[in-house]
């Protein structure tokens, strides 16, 4: 059946899929094909069984088809799934994120975190009236054209884009420097008139490259030093790290914030927010133009009320915390009784596994071929076990609530995979 589909779906879509990264490229793969799911598990269309720590890269805090979740929605749906209108979902959940998040005084909803970024460089721009972007080596803020750049090595660089199609006009307006070097960013200010400064929360999509609470102040502080916005792209954090995201982590000020993923709550959605003063700017008060037939749209705004709802109510994160270190530590312990090489970064339920020892991973380039040779064999071996790894050496698990019930089982099946590297 997955032979015949992925022939199929080979016809029809390019490799097959409608995302990059479940291509399995990486991990020397076929994709996936899934039929449903339930709390930490999924199935494929043979009826295999899966614990999943990929959790749709990020968004299912509370695992896959929570009860409480698929009830709202069956209700919603029945009501109507778009009106092109206001609706009193959407009034709710941006106060729940207003209240959340102490930077944010107003909020826009999008359709995905591209989305988010995209209009938040976009209101940078127009409200500074400015135009080089400041990104990070290592950061992912979607597939937005201007974020789309490589990193030269050494000193600032202006990019050159790492896709094709994007026009070296719009890659010259961005400046990426390294993660981590306060250094690079005072001589980029130096240098160049910067609308914004754009950083993921905790940046973990090229492996998970925690950054000090000292060095994410820095660049809000140089930011507002010489007039460019400060950007802080929570699309993964935004809910993940906490009800205040790494804003409230890291004591962060920031002018914009990017959400996505955990605010949907499996369905597709984005959101930008900031200070009054700054998202006057935006249409339909201001004339940095943004809009979405589908923004706002209710079934996403119901998943995203009721996940927002239970993270608020039911001291999530202290279990989400506990469950992280107890992840980490057995899967340290196994992988040391092995004697394989291995490093666990986390933060909170966001974990990075490495194979290979002692890391001090602020930037990608410590991991080597070795090691990304030896995640492809753990990944295909823990897919026969029946765990489904993040499909990349540089991809990051995401544990929900619902693994709890399942972490005896998962750390067996990851011995297993571990035995056979
Ligand atoms: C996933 C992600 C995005 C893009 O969100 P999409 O919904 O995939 O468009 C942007 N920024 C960060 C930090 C992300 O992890």
Redesign the pocket.
């Known amino acids: 059946m997955i032979n015949e589909l992925l022939r199929r779906a080979k016809e029809v879509m390019p490799g097959g899929v409608s ?1 990059p990264v479940r291509a399995l490229t990486a991990v020397e793969n076929e994709p996936m094909f899934i039929e449903r799911a339930k709390g930490s598990k999924f199935w494929d269309v043979n009826g295999k069984e899966y614990i999943d720590l990929c959790m749709s ?2 968004p299912l805090i509370l695992g896959h088809a929570h009860d409480e979740i698929v009830q709202m929605l069956k209700v919603a749906v029945e009501k109507g799934t778009s009106f092109g209108t206001s609706t009193p979902l959407e009034v709710n959940l941006a106060e729940k994120i207003v209240e959340s998040h102490s930077a944010t005084d107003w909020v826009r909803f999008v359709n ?6 995209m209009s938040a460089i976009r209101l940078a721009r127009g409200a500074t009236g400015k135009e080089i972007i400041i990104k990070f080596a290592g ?5 937005v054209d201007s974020m789309l750049v490589k990193a030269g090595s050494g000193l600032a660089t202006f990019g050159i884009s790492s896709s094709k199609g994007v026009l070296a006009e719009v890659s010259k307006k961005t400046v990426v420097l390294p993660l981590g070097e306060i250094g690079a960013l005072e001589s980029a200010f130096e240098k160049y008139s910067i609308a914004a400064v754009i950083i ?2 905790v940046p ?2 090229n492996g998970l490259l925690i950054q000090t609470k000292a060095f994410m102040k820095k660049v809000e502080e140089l930011a507002h030093k010489n007039g460019a916005l400060f950007i802080l ?5 935004g809910f993940r790290l906490g009800l205040g995201g790494a804003t409230a982590f890291y004591d962060l000020n920031p002018d914009i914030v ?1 959400f ?2 955990v605010i949907g709550g499996g369905l ?1 959605v ?1 959101a930008y927010g900031g200070k009054r003063e700054l998202m006057y700017h935006v249409s339909p008060l201001g004339s940095v133009y943004q809009a979405g037939t589908l923004s706002g749209n209710p079934l996403a705004m119901v998943a995203g009320n009721k996940v927002l709802d239970i993270l608020k109510e039911k001291a999530i994160y202290d279990k989400l915390e506990k469950l992280g270190g107890q992840f980490e530590e057995r899967l340290m312990d196994e992988f040391t009784d092995l004697n394989v090489d291995f490093t666990v970064r986390r933060v909170g339920s966001i974990i990075w596994t490495i194979l290979g020892e002692n890391l001090s991973p602020v930037v990608p380039e410590e991991v080597s071929k070795e090691m990304i040779t030896k995640y492809t064999s753990f990944h295909k071996n823990a897919l026969k076990e029946g765990v489904y790894l993040p499909p990349s050496a540089f991809e990051v698990s995401f544990l929900s609530t619902a693994h709890s019930e399942t972490l005896d089982e998962l750390i067996t099946k990851l011995k297993i995979a571990g035995e056979k590297i």
């Not at 995905?112 to 970024?117: D, F, K, L």
């Open positions: 995302s890269f990020g995905s975190g591209t989305e988010a970024v950061c992912y803020h979607g597939h993921e929360g973990a999509n792209d929570e699309v993964i954090t990017t996505g993923k597709p984005g």
